[in-house]
């Protein structure tokens, strides 16, 4: 089962950028995995960010749509988020997850990103 360590969370100003980072291991089949990114906000459910298949197809909820970008790459074993223009509203502990085409599936730890003047 693949093991998932995201990185690059912190504190940013309204406008201002992140890029998070999520790094995983335990596995030579990372390219077949679906790659996600989730968010919760304190009192909220965990909801789904952007998401990358092992085809490279993304998808992003609306709220993000034009802001933020998934990418991923296979040689490092690595799934990426930019996220610009941030939000106050875009305040959440960011989750990395991976599902394999055979229905295991991992979450890392999360990281927190906090948007504020």
């Known amino acids: 089962q693949v093991q998932l360590v995201e990185s690059g969370g912190g504190l940013v100003q309204p406008g201002g950028s992140l890029r998070l980072s999520c790094a995983a291991s335990g596995s030579s089949r990372f390219n077949a995995y679906n790659m996600k990114w989730y968010r919760q906000a304190p009192g909220q459910q965990r909801e789904l960010v952007a998401e990358?298949?092992?085809?490279?197809?993304?998808n992003y909820a609306d709220d993000v749509k034009g802001r933020f970008t998934i990418s991923r790459d296979n040689a490092k074993n690595t799934v990426d988020l930019q996220m610009n223009s941030l939000k106050p509203e875009d305040t959440a502990v960011y989750y990395c997850?991976?599902?394999?085409?055979?229905?295991?599936?991992?979450w890392g730890q999360g990281t927190q990103v906090t948007v504020s003047s």
């Open positions: 990358i298949s092992n085809t490279l197809t993304t």
């Open positions: 997850y991976a599902r394999s085409g055979y229905g295991t599936s991992s």
